[in-house]
Every structure is written in structure tokens, then in C-alpha cells.
């Protein structure tokens, strides 16, 4: 396909548990952003990549978030020991520049996101 | 620190009229960008228009203009002609360069028949 694909789109785990959400961007975009987004609100920046450096893990909560795009393409999204305040959309995004630059380029696509319940 | 404001919760609009959201923004910034997402009921993020806040003109995207007031650091979103199918939710972004984008909480839409 020609967007932002991302799996899986639901996701139900047990509240300890260990959750892995995958991202596969847009065919030869180099930037890919992680968003985070409850219900009712806009999306929140977690962290993002140019090729296979994260280039800002800010915001990512907490140490039990990480994130890792070993090949610059696929990324994945590792919660650990799940909570139930991480219940939320979490949403990819991928941009054809890198972060900085200027133009159209650097315009990101969205995913359909994946909804995490933490029961 | 960079904030987004949506003032306007909810909106709705009658099939074919047209309609305004509101967003505002506060930065120290001079050279940044602006969105305006839109997020169906298949909560999918569709870009909706983009603004460079060096360009002096108003973007536009077929019925989907926007009214950019730097000084004021207002970002506002008009849709013409309103069709059923514009019912979302609507998010505003900004982005300075070289830093991450933030959203403002959202305004949803309703086009009535």
C-alpha cells in the first residue's frame, strides 16, 4: 500500500504486560514520528527518527517507553509492564525530509494508529 | 514553550454553508509551520492544509482556505460549501523547525443535512 501501515490495530493486554506496536512508514521516507492520543484530544508527541537515529525520545513518558528502527524503516513502540493510564491510540506518522527542513517535504502522513487497552 | 488553542470544543454547520474554526497559538518563533488535521469517524489523520508562516498569502485547498494573522498568531480554518462528509474532528498544528509538532485539542464538526 501507499500509506503509513500500522499493526496491529487493536490491541487488549493485561495490566504488567509487555506490548509491541509496529510501524512501517511510507517507502523511502526518512523521518518517522511516534504520537500518542487520548480520547477526545489531539495527538502527543513521543519521540522520532531520521533513518535509524532516534533523534528526540522527549517525550516519551516514562523508561518503561521505548522505541528502536534498527534498518531506518519498520519502527516499533515497546511499552513494558503495562498500566492502565497507557490506554490510548497510538499513532505513526512518517515525512519524506528529514525534521528542520522547509517545504513541503517534511509534510507528515499519519497511520491509522493502534488502540492499546490496558485492562 | 510552544501551546495550541482550539477554543471551540464543538461546531456545526448545515449542508452547503460554510463555516470557521478557530485556532490560536503562542510561540517566540519566527519561522515555524501550521495544519490543520482532519480525523474522521474512522479516526484516520487526513492533512487538510499547511501554512509557512514566511508566506504572506493564505493557503487554500479547494473549498478549505485558511485566514493566517501572524502578528496575532492566529490560524483560522475555513470550509466552504459544506459537505456531509466534512463531519470530523478537526486538529490545528504547529511545528517550529528542527522541533516536534504539537496539536491542539481538537473542534468536531457536525454538517447537518
Known amino acids: 500500500g501507499a500509506g503509513v501501515s500500522q499493526s496491529p490495530r487493536y490491541k487488549v493486554t493485561k495490566r504488567g504486560q509487555d506490548v509491541a506496536l509496529r510501524c512501517d512508514p511510507i517507502?523511502?521516507?526518512?523521518?518517522l514520528y511516534w504520537y500518542r492520543q487520548a480520547l477526545g484530544q489531539g495527538p502527543e508527541f513521543l519521540t522520532y527518527?531520521?533513518?535509524?537515529?532516534?533523534?528526540?525520545k522527549s517525550g516519551l513518558p516514562n523508561d518503561r517507553f521505548s522505541a528502536e528502527r534498527p534498518e531506518g524503516s519498520i519502527s516499533t513502540l515497546t511499552i513494558q509492564r503495562t498500566e492502565q493510564r497507557d490506554s490510548a491510540m497510538y499513532r505513526c506518522a512518517s515525512s519524506l525530509a528529514s525534521y528542520g527542513t522547509s517545504g513541503s517535504t517534511d509534510t507528515q502522513y499519519f497511520g491509522p494508529g493502534t488502540r492499546l487497552t490496558v485492562l | 514553550a510552544q501551546t495550541v488553542t482550539q477554543s471551540q470544543p464543538e461546531m456545526s454547520v448545515q449542508e452547503a454553508e460554510t463555516v470557521t474554526l478557530s485556532c490560536t497559538y503562542d510561540t517566540s518563533e519566527n519561522n515555524y509551520y501550521l495544519f490543520w488535521y482532519k480525523q474522521p469517524p474512522s479516526r484516520q489523520m487526513i492533512l487538510v492544509i499547511r501554512?509557512?508562516?514566511?508566506?504572506?498569502q493564505n493557503a487554500t485547498e479547494n473549498r478549505f482556505s485558511v485566514n493566517f494573522q501572524k502578528a496575532a498568531k492566529s490560524f483560522s480554518l475555513k470550509i466552504s460549501d459544506s459537505q456531509l462528509g466534512d463531519t470530523a474532528m478537526y486538529f490545528c498544528a504547529f511545528r517550529a523547525i528542527g522541533n516536534d509538532m504539537r496539536f491542539g485539542a481538537g473542534t468536531r464538526l457536525t454538517v447537518k443535512p
Open positions: 517507502s523511502g521516507h526518512v523521518s
Open positions: 527518527f531520521n533513518y535509524e537515529a532516534q533523534q528526540d
Open positions: 501554512q509557512e508562516a514566511y508566506k504572506q
